[in-house]
Each structure stands twice: as structure tokens, then as C-alpha cells.
């Protein structure tokens, strides 16, 4: 399994930044995408402009107690 871990300080609000990474709906701000298509409230796929299907399945949305943000997936 493939696994990434970013790290970014951003000045903002936390929950600002959570609704907007993780929104299905809502994901311009990925320059790499063409469309996501919602499978279920667990499941997505997202679609690169290149072409290639990424089938994703969430894991564990949640905010940890340190103030990071965790979203975890499977692919």
C-alpha cells in the first residue's frame, strides 16, 4: 500500500482547511483532476486529467487531538 504524509503549516482555521480538502464537491483547488464521482458516503473515485482512475474508500475521517488533520484512505 502505498502510503504519503504531508505536512503543511497553513494560517488558518483548522475547519476551514478540513472542509476543504475534504470535500468531494468542491475540489478545484486540485489542479489534477477532471471530475470525482461519489460511489458512497465511504467510497469515490477521482479522475485525472490524464486520464487515470484513482478508486479510493476512506478510512478514518477525523481530526487528531494535536490539532493535525488525519484522512486516512485505502486504495
Known amino acids: 500500500m502505498a502510503i504519503s504524509n504531508i505536512k503543511a503549516l497553513i494560517p488558518c482555521d483548522v475547519k476551514k482547511v478540513w472542509d476543504t480538502v475534504t470535500s468531494l464537491d468542491q475540489y478545484e483547488w486540485r489542479s489534477d483532476l477532471s471530475k470525482i464521482e461519489v ?31 488525519i484522512w486516512k484512505t485505502a486504495i
Not at 479522475?47 to 484513482?54: A, M, S
Not at 474508500?57 to 493535525?68: C, I, K, T, V
Open 39 to 69: 460511489i458512497d458516503e465511504n467510497q469515490f473515485i477521482e479522475y485525472t486529467k490524464d486520464g487515470l482512475q484513482l478508486h479510493l474508500r476512506l478510512l478514518f475521517p477525523n481530526h487528531a487531538n494535536d490539532g493535525n488533520l
